[in-house]
């Protein structure tokens, strides 16, 4: 069974990067798609962007000039950094590994970490 | 971005009873494969989200045959045949036909 855990800073300042690592067990990150995604009261879920094992990306526009994505598969974990947060970035951030193979749909997710940007 | 709306964002329901949530997008999700390209998840309290329905009408593994997912286009609806305990949450619709995947705005199925 696969899992998902992610990990990193419940508090971060504004204006700085928020960063993130997810830390895959029971399965191997290559073949397939991974992803973030964030639920915020304000603003549900969103997702942020995704990362192939071999390391091509994309990102929501919303956030692409903000974010980047990077994966270490000698270690079966993949990464998020999110520049410049404010307070409106406060969210629980899972990471989720998608299939995108024309089935589409996110079959695992983390439990999910919440982030708080404040002073 | 494709803007997914979900109807009604709160569903109070008896157990034993039949539940129904609608799904609509901003532009149809029928891709020329003849799939139509809409997730259906649950969130249960405290926990992340879990896949039910995947290509508008397939179940996941494991997920109960009294869920139902039907719709084409741009009319989804997503349905339970009895309401059990086991059920509440919040249920989710989300398109994965193009990035960025974007989701509905989640129902809220209680217990009455």
């Known amino acids: 069974q696969v899992q998902l855990q992610e990990s990193g800073p419940g508090l971060v300042k504004p204006s700085e990067t928020l960063s993130l690592t997810c830390t895959v067990s029971?399965?191997?990150?290559?073949?397939?798609?991974w992803s973030w995604i964030r639920q915020s009261p304000g603003k549900g879920l969103e997702w942020i962007g995704y990362?192939?094992?071999?390391?091509?990306?994309n990102y929501n526009p919303s956030l692409a000039s903000r974010v980047s994505m990077s994966v270490d598969t000698s270690k079966n974990q993949f990464s998020l950094r999110l520049s410049s947060v404010t307070a409106a970035d406060t969210a629980v951030y899972y990471c989720?590994?998608?299939?995108?193979?024309?089935?589409?749909?996110?079959?695992?997710w983390g439990q999910g970490t919440l982030v708080t940007v404040s002073s | 971005d494709i803007v997914m709306t979900q109807s009604p964002l709160s569903l109070p329901v008896t157990l034993g009873e039949p539940a129904s949530i609608s799904c609509r997008s901003s532009?149809?999700?029928?891709?020329?494969?003849?799939?139509?390209?809409v997730d259906w998840y649950l969130q249960k309290p405290g926990q992340s989200p879990q896949l039910i329905i995947y290509?508008?009408?397939n179940r996941a593994s494991g997920v109960p045959d009294r869920f139902s997912g039907s719709g084409s286009g741009t009319d989804f609806t997503l349905k339970i045949s009895r309401v059990e305990a086991e059920d509440v949450g919040v249920y989710y619709c989300?398109?994965?036909?193009?990035?960025?995947?974007?989701f509905g705005q989640g129902t809220k199925v209680e217990i009455k």
């Open positions: 989720t590994r998608d299939r995108r193979d024309g089935y589409n749909y996110v079959d695992y």
């Open positions: 029971g399965g191997s990150i290559s073949g397939y798609y």
């Open positions: 990362i192939y094992y071999s390391g091509s990306t």
């Open positions: 532009q149809s999700l029928l891709y020329s494969n003849g799939h139509n390209y």
């Open positions: 290509l508008a009408s």
């Open positions: 989300m398109q994965p036909l193009e990035t960025p995947w974007t």
